[in-house]
């Protein structure tokens, strides 16, 4: 692997920016690099504690972005490493970032962004953080992504879990030993060696000159993520494991995006309570280290290796690793710790590092206990339904041992949660949370418009007896037509209005355009029978169905899509039902926020669904 490391280099700054950039232009071809690129395109570039700021990323970028979209022959530039340490980089320097991410996806183990400046609190700020975090749901052998020591804000924590909401969920049931699934998956196959680009079939040729004589050694080339799972010699240990075959896909890359993460770090990273809230769904649905690492590229011996043992080990976290952060609040550290017990049920098919456990076990129990000695208010459920609740009193062992039963973990998680979204609502109102605030958003408008259709489209069965209000009559080439547009459930003397849409036979364009005639019709009322096809009984108002006013609706509440399909028709379908009326008067003289909270609860928007 070829290693462009610069944290040795006196310059530092935009300079250093412009010589990495430089320095990744040389591998193009036919400059002076592009030789020792084409025999080895891994890279592990390092540029820690350089103090570039975004305009010194700038270059950085172009140069990867260059290296990267060279086609002309065998690839120049698999990053495998990206070190940015201490570069007082912020939010802005992301959505640079995040076209390198889809280029390397396939590529990319290991993302340094630590103790930089990266904040989240604007909409531009919102914007390129999710930018970057959309850019990982194609990484297929990402490692670790740290992001400690930056003052990340509630809001990153916010779109962090948005942005996991919206990945597919990871198939994990095929149960592997360590690096039993990489390993695997690199078994020789029998295509034809011509599928295999021609610098490929050379760098195959120095490892093992036997197997490449039988079989083709390069990896699919086709897609991005099936670039990551080229590995030079040096970085797999054998020959066996130095390239994976073409036709037969190696098993990591069933596993992607941030859901297929091993280690996130986010220690010191300016947590609060609400950023705990947010946590605690990806924790309770985050698959153990130990189980993604066997579907991951071993790291290499050394550092590396050594780094990611210390991050399974650090304070009990596994895999996660959100301590230390001193601005959580006894609340909100309790909540992230229930939530790591609530994953034992991701390891009912599979097995987990025991002595891992047992660490997270005995840490978490010492804190549980010391949380339980703080004494708070009950949750919101049940100060909402008029009985007391107290704090959770499991310590950290009984919480252990429940473990057996899902259902009371389950019980205490809620419990926790609901509290810190009471203390958020109250302290900080509905508009602390995106989601929260789109959800009142859209149902206001939603039964401002639909209240009564559900309730008039129900009354017009089939077959059902309506009188007409108001009747236009006009003739198109001489055929009559007759349209009812307004119809009464009790008998009424309905207007009528003609319209002729045709000259009569000696009459002059002139005579045509007076005004059409109305005249109230003096005989018995006109009975009708409405009849509704079965097509259309979800039609509500101005003849659209639920679905599209669903559309329309969240179109002007929700462009940005912070909403599922779920919640969406879910507050659709309350906004129609008048029978949520009589539910939300119920909550009249309770406080404000206890009111929302059961709001949000009724339409399933008090959080983002981790597990659809």
Same mark, same amino acid.
């Given at each position: 692997?070829?290693?462009?490391?610069?944290?040795?280099?006196k310059?530092?700054?935009p300079?250093?920016?412009?010589?990495?950039?430089?320095d990744?232009?040389?591998?193009?071809?036919p400059?002076?690099?592009?030789? /020792?690129a084409?025999?080895?395109?891994?890279?592990e570039l390092?540029?820690?504690?350089?103090?570039?700021?975004?305009e010194?990323?700038?270059?950085?970028?172009?140069g990867?972005?260059?290296?990267?979209t060279?086609?002309?022959?065998?690839?120049?530039l698999?990053?495998?490493?990206?070190? @940015?340490?201490?570069?007082?980089?912020?939010?802005?320097?992301?959505?640079?970032?995040?076209?390198?991410?889809?280029l390397g /996806?396939?590529?990319?183990q290991?993302?340094?962004?630590?103790?930089?400046?990266?904040?989240?609190?604007?909409?531009?700020?919102?914007?390129?953080?999710?930018?970057?975090?959309?850019?990982?749901?194609?990484?297929?052998? =990402?490692?670790?992504?740290?992001?400690?020591?930056?003052p =990340?804000?509630? +809001?990153?924590?916010?779109?962090?879990?948005?942005a996991?909401? %919206?990945e597919d969920s @990871?198939?994990?049931?095929?149960?592997?030993?360590?690096?039993?699934?990489?390993?695997s998956?690199?078994?020789p196959?029998?295509?034809d060696?011509?599928?295999?680009?021609?610098?490929q079939?050379?760098?195959?040729?120095?490892i093992?000159?036997?197997k490449?004589s039988?079989?083709s050694?390069s990896?699919?080339?086709?897609?991005?993520?099936?670039?990551?799972?080229?590995?030079?010699s040096?970085?797999?240990?054998?020959?066996?494991?130095?390239?994976p075959?073409p036709?037969?896909p190696?098993k990591?890359?069933?596993? %992607?995006g941030?859901r297929?993460?091993?280690?996130i770090?986010?220690?010191?990273?300016?947590?609060t309570d609400?950023?705990?809230?947010?946590?605690?769904?990806i924790?309770?649905?985050?698959?153990?280290?130990g189980?993604?690492?066997a579907r991951?590229?071993?790291?290499?011996a050394?550092?590396?290796?050594?780094?990611?043992?210390?991050?399974?080990?650090?304070?009990?976290?596994?895999g996660?690793v959100?301590?230390p952060?001193?601005?959580?609040?006894s609340?909100?550290?309790?909540?992230?710790e229930?939530a790591?017990?609530a +994953?034992?049920?991701?390891?009912e098919?599979?097995t987990i590092?025991?002595f891992?456990?047992?660490?997270a076990?005995?840490t978490?129990?010492?804190?549980?206990r010391?949380?339980?000695?703080?004494?708070?208010?009950?949750?919101?459920?049940?100060?909402?339904?008029?009985?007391?609740?107290?704090?959770?009193?499991?310590? &950290?062992?009984?919480?252990?041992a429940?473990?057996i039963?899902?259902?009371?973990?389950?019980?205490?998680?809620?419990?926790?949660?609901?509290?810190?979204?009471?203390?958020? =609502?109250?302290?900080?109102?509905?508009?602390?949370?995106?989601?929260?605030?789109?959800t009142?958003k859209?149902?206001?408008l939603? %039964?401002?418009?639909?209240?009564?259709?559900?309730?008039?489209?129900?009354?017009?069965?089939?077959? /059902?007896?309506?009188?007409?209000?108001?009747?236009?009559?006009?003739?198109v080439?001489?055929?009559?037509v007759?349209?009812?547009?307004?119809?009464?459930?009790i008998?009424?003397?309905p207007?009528?209005?003609?319209?002729?849409?045709?000259p009569?036979?000696?009459?002059?364009?002139?005579?045509h355009?007076?005004?059409?005639?109305?005249?109230?019709? %003096?005989?018995?009322?006109?009975?009708?029978?409405?009849?509704?096809?079965?097509?259309?009984?979800?039609?509500?108002?101005?003849g659209?169905?639920k679905?599209?006013?669903?559309?329309i609706?969240?179109d002007?509440?929700?462009?940005?899509?912070?909403?599922?399909?779920t919640?969406?028709?879910a507050?659709?379908?309350?906004?129609?039902d008048?029978?949520?009326?009589n539910?939300?008067?119920?909550l009249?003289?309770?406080?404000?926020?206890i009111?929302?909270?059961?709001?949000l609860? &009724?339409?399933?928007?008090?959080?983002?669904?981790v597990?659809?």
């Amino acid at each position: 692997m070829g290693k462009l490391n610069y944290t040795n280099r006196k310059v530092d700054g935009p300079k250093l920016g412009q010589i990495v950039e430089k320095d990744l232009l040389k591998r193009i071809p036919p400059k002076s690099g592009s030789n /020792a690129a084409m025999r080895d395109p891994f890279v592990e570039l390092n540029v820690v504690g350089k103090h570039l700021s975004d305009e010194g990323f700038l270059p950085v970028v172009n140069g990867l972005f260059a290296a990267y979209t060279y086609t002309q022959g065998s690839p120049i530039l698999h990053l495998e490493e990206l070190h @940015l340490a201490d570069n007082n980089l912020t939010a802005r320097c992301l959505i640079s970032l995040s076209a390198v991410i889809r280029l390397g /996806a396939g590529d990319l183990q290991d993302i340094d962004l630590s103790h930089n400046n990266i904040s989240v609190f604007s909409d531009d700020d919102v914007f390129a953080w999710e930018s970057f975090l959309t850019a990982l749901k194609d990484c297929s052998v =990402l490692r670790r992504l740290n992001l400690s020591g930056n003052p =990340l804000g509630p +809001r990153a924590f916010e779109v962090l879990v948005r942005a996991y909401s %919206r990945e597919d969920s @990871l198939d994990l049931s095929t149960s592997v030993g360590d690096d039993e699934g990489y390993r695997s998956s690199l078994e020789p196959s029998s295509c034809d060696e011509e599928e295999a680009p021609f610098g490929q079939k050379l760098k195959a040729l120095t490892i093992d000159t036997e197997k490449t004589s039988q079989h083709s050694s390069s990896p699919v080339a086709s897609t991005p993520r099936s670039q990551g799972s080229h590995k030079s010699s040096s970085t797999m240990g054998t020959p066996a494991q130095s390239t994976p075959s073409p036709c037969k896909p190696t098993k990591y890359i069933t596993t %992607r995006g941030i859901r297929s993460v091993p280690y996130i770090i986010l220690s010191n990273t300016s947590m609060t309570d609400v950023c705990a809230l947010h946590l605690s769904y990806i924790l309770a649905c985050h698959h153990p280290p130990g189980h993604l690492l066997a579907r991951a590229p071993p790291a290499k011996a050394g550092p590396p290796s050594h780094q990611l043992e210390a991050n399974g080990m650090h304070s009990g976290c596994q895999g996660i690793v959100y301590l230390p952060n001193e601005s959580i609040s006894s609340a909100g550290a309790r909540l992230l710790e229930i939530a790591e017990y609530a +994953r034992g049920s991701l390891s009912e098919d599979s097995t987990i590092d025991v002595f891992t456990e047992e660490i997270a076990i005995r840490t978490s129990a010492a804190r549980l206990r010391r949380a339980s000695s703080v004494a708070g208010e009950g949750s919101v459920t049940g100060r909402a339904s008029g009985r007391r609740c107290s704090t959770l009193s499991m310590t &950290g062992i009984e919480l252990a041992a429940s473990s057996i039963d899902g259902t009371a973990i389950d019980a205490e998680l809620e419990r926790a949660r609901s509290k810190i979204q009471g203390n958020t =609502l109250k302290n900080l109102g509905m508009g602390s949370l995106d989601l929260w605030r789109i959800t009142i958003k859209t149902l206001v408008l939603a %039964r401002a418009v639909l209240l009564r259709a559900g309730e008039s489209n129900d009354t017009l069965s089939s077959g /059902a007896t309506r009188y007409a209000t108001a009747i236009t009559t006009s003739s198109v080439d001489s055929e009559p037509v007759l349209a009812i547009t307004g119809v009464s459930p009790i008998p009424i003397t309905p207007t009528v209005t003609y319209k002729s849409t045709k000259p009569s036979p000696g009459t002059t364009a002139t005579q045509h355009s007076s005004p059409s005639l109305e005249s109230n019709v %003096r005989t018995s009322p006109l009975s009708v029978s409405i009849k509704i096809d079965e097509d259309d009984n979800d039609e509500l108002l101005y003849g659209l169905n639920k679905n599209l006013w669903i559309r329309i609706i969240t179109d002007i509440t929700d462009p940005d899509g912070i909403l599922s399909e779920t919640q969406r028709e879910a507050i659709i379908e309350w906004a129609m039902d008048t029978n949520t009326l009589n539910r939300e008067r119920e909550l009249l003289g309770k406080p404000e926020y206890i009111q929302i909270w059961r709001l949000l609860d &009724g339409v399933g928007c008090l959080a983002y669904d981790v597990w659809a």
